[in-house]
């Protein structure tokens, strides 16, 4: 089967990644003064559990912040000034329970089904090792990463900033897999990833499956990855082996990936025509809203956070533009009145990674609320305000992100 079972309307055309192409409301002045300082601070976080899931004890705990067994956050202040994110530490986000341990005891034997393509088959890891290899470095980030600052209370785990890191993939090319197959077939739009997570007995399987639909446009970049930060994929991270398009959010990063079609629509399992799509609040979610694809050009301080010394420090970040580079960085140490621009250190790794940023500020006694705006090579920058919108996503203003530092 080539396209799913139902047609999808068009796509719309408008996201959230550059704010002239914006459709929702932003608050007003009005009602952000109203809320004063909660607009800085993310609304408290519902209990949480205190040590990590036996599928990823092996992380590194002082670094993490665990919401559930399949939410699990990257501390802001674990980043530093890290180019490539260590896997012990990298943020965990799951939409279903990850398969059991022995997904992985031999990876090549793997599976996944190739269709939408002129010679349709299935091939094992093993046979796609041999086929070509490429290495890619990107950042992967939850699509709700920076929830908790919305004031509306939307669902969903309350992310701040730790929803994100910059990883490393090996794999193959998916054009080169695609093309070894004859290219896709005529009129295909789309890329279809479905997971291999196993599906509770009882549930309709297009209500709870993780299979995501891309623009064909991804092909260009998009791999089956078999290896993060130079090992073999982790099934926390979607081993033995995973959908990476780079740029775009994490959950079209399919995990456990069994089955990749070029369809010539949309998939219309309910993660793809309601579910990750931006809505105004209090609106339920559609096929006709924009799906949450291509990441927005965004940054947050990583240091210091809390309390410093008087005198020159050294504040760092990151910062990163989605499917487009980094043009640049600036920093304001009193809340947006003034700026400063950063210098960008470190590797490039190329226009998917996030870029390290570093300042030198001279800070006096007293608190000093500290902020970050990046802009990329095609001139989009952050806005100082969130979109409102009902699940949270997409959070790109530069005002939440901040930090308040006493000195």
């Known amino acids: 089967m080539t396209s799913p079972s139902s047609s999808m309307p068009p796509e719309p055309t408008h996201t959230l990644d550059n704010p002239a192409r914006r459709t929702l409301l932003k608050g007003s002045a009005g009602a952000l003064a109203a809320l004063g300082l909660m607009q800085l601070t993310p609304v408290a976080r519902a209990e949480q559990a205190t040590s990590l899931p036996d599928y990823v004890a092996w992380k ?3 670094d993490l912040i665990v919401h559930g067994r399949e939410t699990i956050e990257t501390e802001r202040g674990a980043i530093r000034s890290g180019v490539v994110t260590p896997s012990r530490t990298l943020f965990v986000r799951n939409n279903l329970p990850a398969p059991d341990a ?6 090549d034997a793997w599976e996944v089904s190739i269709e939408g393509v002129q010679e349709p088959r299935t091939l094992t890891v093993g046979e796609l090792k041999r086929m070509d290899v490429t290495t890619v470095a990107s950042v992967l980030q939850c699509s709700g990463n920076g929830r908790a600052f919305f004031p509306h209370g939307a669902s ?8 994100a ?8 090319p998916l054009k080169s897999v695609v093309d070894a197959l ?9 890329i279809t990833g479905t997971g291999g997570e196993e599906i509770p007995e009882g549930l309709d399987p297009k209500d709870i499956m993780v ?6 446009e991804a092909m260009e970049t998009a791999i089956l990855a078999w290896e993060m930060n130079d090992e073999p994929l ?29 369809t010539e629509e949309q998939t219309d399992a309910k993660i793809q025509a309601s579910g990750y799509r931006v809505r105004d609040v209090g609106v339920g979610g559609s096929p006709d809203q924009p799906s949450m694809w291509d990441m927005n050009v965004k940054s947050w301080v990583t240091l210091p956070l809390d309390t410093t010394h008087e005198g020159e420090n050294l504040i760092y970040g990151v910062a990163f533009g989605g499917t487009t580079a980094i043009e640049r960085v600036e920093v304001s140490v009193d809340g947006g009145d003034s700026w400063q621009e950063a210098e960008i250190i470190g590797p490039d790794l190329g226009p998917y990674a996030w870029r390290p940023f570093v300042i030198k500020a001279s800070l006096s006694p007293g608190e000093h609320r500290i902020v970050s705006r990046a802009t990329d090579v095609a001139g989009n920058s952050q806005p100082r305000e969130r979109t409102e919108n009902e699940r949270g996503y997409g959070h790109n203003g530069w005002e939440d992100h901040g930090v308040t530092v006493t000195v």
Do not use: F
């Not at 004859?182 to 789309?190: M, N, T």
């Not at 299979?211 to 064909?216: F, I, L, Q, T, Y």
């Not at 995973?242 to 069994?258: C, E, H, T």
């Open 165 to 172: 890191g910059c990883v490393v993939w090996t794999g193959v």
């Open 156 to 163: 969903g785990t309350q992310w701040s900033v730790g929803a």
């Open 60 to 62: 590194r705990q002082q």
């Open 182 to 190: 004859g290219g896709p077939i005529d009129g295909a739009r789309y």
């Open 211 to 216: 299979e995501r639909s891309v623009p064909m």
């Open 234 to 262: 982790d099934r926390a991270h979607g081993g033995p082996l995973r959908l990476v398009v780079p740029g775009y959010y994490g959950v079209n990063n399919v995990k456990y990936v069994k089955r990749l079609a070029m």
């Open 102 to 107: 022995s997904i992985t005891d031999d990876p």
